[in-house]
């Protein structure tokens, strides 16, 4: 039920959940509202010149509605600095369908979410398929998660074993090196983590970097991955 006008009339009770910390980066989180990404924009925009938050971004915005947002802002004289999006090695739909072309051209930086493909790049789904029962939600009954779904992803899951067995890390932490180096500085990951050794295991994704070798033939193992 989003319009424009909430995106303002929101604010005060934001910051004041945060006590007194700013909101460096403010995101329309959901591309489908009420009101046009154009006004949309121009309210985001205002909080930037009233000092209520530093940065703008979106997410789940595709390649058209993110330039709009990126031309709303522009006009105003501001930038679209992010689009959140979902990808992974075993999800680079933004690749085909235009959304990282232009947030190259735009010079917007891709946020990429569930960069682990919600644990999938660990391969213990594909090491113990009965783990996955034991989950909670409705990812159990996703197609990656299915049996059928974890022989399709299996080539790129032991490449990422081999890999890791080279830097002596873990299959995780090269999907996760993979992401923020492959395209250079144009995508940034935010793994989630529910236990301190997971939260542990991503920042060490950030203590090497995957060779231009290592990175192309995980490109090519998991550019020929379809579910």
Known sequence: GRRA??????????????GGYPIALHQIHNSLGFSSVEKEMDAMADLIEDGRIKYIGVSN??????RRAFEALDRRGHKLVSNQMVYSILNRKIESNGTLEIARELGVTIIAYSPLAQGLVSGKFHQDSELIKKRVGSRKHMKKFKQSGLIKSQPVIDKLKLVAEEYNVTPSQVALNWIINFHGDSVVAIPGATKIRQAVE????????????????LDQVSASYKL
């Open 61 to 66: 915005f595709s390649a058209d509605r993110m």
């Open 5 to 18: 006008s909430s995106i303002k009339g929101t604010i005060n009770m934001r910051l004041a959940n945060l």
């Open 202 to 217: 991503n920042t060490g994704a950030m203590n090497f970097t995957l060779n231009k070798e290592h990175l192309d033939v």
